[in-house]
């Protein structure tokens, strides 16, 4: 037996039937009932934000013309699932929502962002080791959060640290290794500004992070910052392809598998922008078979969320960008069908690659329906990138708008809703 259909999607099933977009159901409504109904409070009730009142689920079952029994089930089914959520906070099998909010439990106990040693003005190997934990739970907030609410947070822990290493008295072997641990947040604050679209202030976290790893010693961290670097630099229009080259030079003595398929990732996805196809294969290919290895080195934590999915969802985005949507469309749909909405900006960037791509392939409702799924998790992310790369997207749709799934796609990426903050 089928679950019954929830309010949000009841609605726009049926609206889909009738043929209309949420602006022409907003009309209907508003004729029928003599009172102004917007375009957006149908959007809201078809996503879920906000449910029909009494009043209006009349309406809106006359104009659809079902019984409103139908509705008023939906609304009632709608209602005791979220009273049981409210019961269930926290708990059921949602691994990745336990992660999150053990995360910020973790957090709450420490912040605000000043490191405490707990021995004094006098650094050693553990306080290096607390500094390490408190930035690999910050890390974790990026999974969930876009830079601009997490880039203050970041900024204020590396100015803590810092000052806090900078004022300590400790061996030359600490103090190697709390630069390691400045390199580590600088790339982290950095990162999210990148995020927040702060490009200026972004490189020069980098440039910090890079300077802190040379200092540590480190050449994965500085390879590291690089390519950090050159990211940016293409998403500015400008790839570098020779930063990309010696943010691998420079680790490759001493990267892990991971770091390694990391740095051969963003360099395949230069390449990709400047026109290289053939470059970027190689360094796909690469990625994809070193991120296999085994190594009993352990991986540093900046990479945890390396894996076979991540390599072949940026082969994805190459093959699109390289307008191969033969190859793209298979790929990205198949790692996107298990990729969680819980990470809604990753996700969001990831789906209007596919949504180029089958709009190369000319399969303009599929690449419609795409972008709609893009917007809902784009909503309220504190990242202009997934905003961006919509509107993106929407560009190449508008010249066939005339389609009801377009036209309802284009629209719902006007809605305030996907708007990012910061």
């Known amino acids: 037996m089928h679950e019954p259909a929830g309010i949000g999607e009841l609605l726009r099933r049926l609206r889909r039937e009738a043929g209309r977009s949420q602006s022409e159901q907003a009309d209907v409504l508003s004729e029928r009932a003599g009172r102004a109904v917007t375009r957006n409070e149908v ?16 309406h809106c079952a006359d104009s659809f013309g079902v019984p409103v029994s139908i509705l008023k089930q939906a609304v009632a089914t709608a209602k005791a699932k979220r009273r049981l959520g409210r019961q269930e906070h926290h708990g059921g099998d949602d691994v990745q929502r336990r992660e999150f ?126 390519s950090f670097l050159a990211y940016q630099q293409v998403a500015v229009g400008k790839p570098d392809v020779e930063t990309d080259a010696a943010s691998y030079a420079t680790a490759e003595c001493r ?90 900006r990753d996700k969001a960037m990831y789906l209007t690659s596919l949504a180029h791509a089958y709009l190369d392939a000319r399969e303009v409702e599929q690449a419609a329906a795409v972008t709609e799924h893009a917007v809902r998790l784009a909503g309220g992310v504190g990242s202009v990138r997934p905003v961006e790369k919509i509107q993106e997207v929407v560009r190449r749709l508008k010249p066939h708008r005339s389609s009801p799934a377009v036209a309802e796609a284009i629209e719902s990426a006007a809605l305030p809703a996907a708007t990012p903050r910061g």
């Open 255 to 344: 990267a892990t598998p991971k770091v390694r398929a990391l740095l051969l990732d963003r360099m395949a996805w230069t390449h990709a922008v400047a026109g290289q196809a053939d470059a970027a294969d190689r360094a796909l290919a690469e990625a994809a078979e070193v991120v296999r290895r085994q190594d009993d080195r352990p991986e540093p934590d900046w990479v945890f969320w390396v894996d076979e999915d991540e390599i072949k969802i940026m082969a994805g985005r190459c093959w699109t960008q390289l307008r191969r949507p033969l190859r793209a469309v298979p790929v990205l749909a198949d790692v996107l069908s298990r990729y969680g909405d819980t990470h809604a």
């Open 101 to 226: 909010f053990g995360t910020m439990a973790g957090l709450a106990v420490s912040l605000p962002g000043a490191v405490r040693s707990g021995t004094g003005p006098r650094l050693g190997m553990g306080d290096v080791r607390t500094m390490l934990v408190r930035t690999a739970r910050l890390r974790r907030l990026d999974d969930y959060l876009g830079g601009a609410d997490t880039v203050h947070l970041y900024a204020t822990e590396l100015a803590a640290t810092t000052k806090l290493v900078r004022d300590a008295s400790c061996t030359a072997a600490v103090r190697k290794a709390c630069a390691a641990v400045i390199a580590e947040q600088a790339q982290l604050a950095g990162w999210a500004a990148f995020d927040a679209g702060m490009h200026d202030v972004a490189k020069r976290y980098h440039t910090t992070g890079f300077t802190a790893a040379r200092e540590a010693e480190d050449p994965v961290l500085a390879g590291n910052a690089l």
């Open 43 to 58: 959007s809201r009730w078809e996503s879920g934000k906000r449910m029909p009142t009494p009043y209006w689920q009349q």
